[in-house]
């Protein structure tokens, strides 16, 4: 059997970002309306510095208004509550997102519970979960949009075909299921507490891993001709004392079982900034009642 084919998530990625330019280009033109994303970064986690500084990059070269708040690793709760209401009552705001993980003096769920549903581009807030699950008009949360916008392209219609997502967190496992579910797939959520997780995978034309587990998922667990969607990015000990970056699956044996495989770096990845910038092109013409261009 040939080998998979490579989902290129970096390609795929710039087309996004290049489809919300021209949005955006249009509603400033037809609307007068810029959309605009606030991010907001507590402490100074280099992970987290480096996803913000890409955010507010992409965001500028998309041609929306980025808002940057970096605020002290010592900040108490009141302090960024305060800042997001104050993003959630500015006109020019139309997409919040606090970076996660917060410093320990701080609720993570009340910062996500008080940022306006309406801005949520993360996709977090109970009220889109909600939606989410109950089939209606939702932020999404971009990890599992992008991972969406991938298996629709490497498929096509997803309707009936069975699906196993492995790992049930609330940012990627959980809404990724209701996402496929909402596409007619027949779903399997798997976690730690699955038997015959093997077995499980073997069963399904897509399987989506969310596990964060280096190379867990080997490739005589893949269906032959499966689609496979690698969300993990696991660092490990590489050649020389460097270290380099891995999904869940075990890349080299999954490829010459699959159908279609994402790599890890350059697959899932890139996908997450680009669908938030969609989310806030999405949020902000809901906000004003404006249709979302074509493009
Ligand atoms: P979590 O740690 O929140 O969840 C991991 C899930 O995997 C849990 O549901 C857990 O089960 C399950 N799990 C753990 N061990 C096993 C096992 N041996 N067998 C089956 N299931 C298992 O992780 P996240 O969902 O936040 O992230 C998952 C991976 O995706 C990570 O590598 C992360 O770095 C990456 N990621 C990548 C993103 C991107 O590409 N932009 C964005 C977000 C995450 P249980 O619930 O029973 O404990």
Redesign the pocket.
């Known amino acids: 059997m040939a080998d998979a084919k490579i989902i290129d998530g970096k390609a795929f990625a710039a087309k996004v970002r290049e489809r919300v330019g021209r949005q955006v280009a249009a509603l400033k033109d037809k609307h007068d309306l810029t959309p605009g994303l606030a991010v907001v970064l507590v402490g100074e986690d280099p992970a987290s510095q480096v996803y913000v500084r890409n955010k507010g990059k992409q965001t500028a070269e998309s041609g929306m208004n980025s808002f940057e708040h970096k605020l002290d690793i010592s900040t108490g709760q009141d302090t960024l509550l305060a800042l997001v209401n104050q993003l959630n009552d500015d006109p020019k705001v139309h997409g919040i997102l606090v970076q996660l993980p917060l410093p320990d003096q701080i609720d993570e769920q009340a910062v996500l519970a008080a940022i306006d549903p309406a801005k949520d581009v993360d996709g977090f807030h109970v009220v889109n979960v909600g939606r989410l699950s109950t089939g209606s008009e939702a932020l999404v949360p971009?990890?599992p949009r992008?991972c969406l916008m991938m298996l629709k392209d490497a498929v096509g219609d997803l309707s009936g075909k069975k699906a196993i997502v492995?790992?049930?967190?609330?940012?990627?496992?959980k809404p990724m299921f209701q996402l496929l579910l909402g596409e007619s797939c027949t779903v399997t959520v798997?976690?730690?507490?699955?038997q015959d997780?093997p077995g499980e995978c073997r069963e399904a034309d897509i399987l989506v891993?969310?596990?964060?587990?280096p190379g867990?998922i080997k490739g005589d667990w893949i269906k032959p001709g499966a689609t496979v969607i690698d969300?993990?990015?696991?660092r490990v000990e590489g050649e020389g004392g460097k270290t380099r970056l891995v999904?869940?699956v075990d890349f080299d044996s999954a490829v010459k079982v699959a159908g279609a495989i994402t790599p890890v770096p350059g697959?899932?990845?890139p996908?997450?900034?680009a669908c938030l910038l969609a989310n806030t092109v999405t949020a902000a013409c809901r906000q004003h009642g404006v249709e979302e261009p074509e493009a």
């Open positions: 971009c990890t992008g492995v790992g049930r967190s609330n940012i990627v496992g798997a976690h730690s507490r699955t997780l891993a969310a596990v964060g587990r867990m969300v993990g990015i696991n999904g869940d697959g899932v990845g996908m997450t900034i």
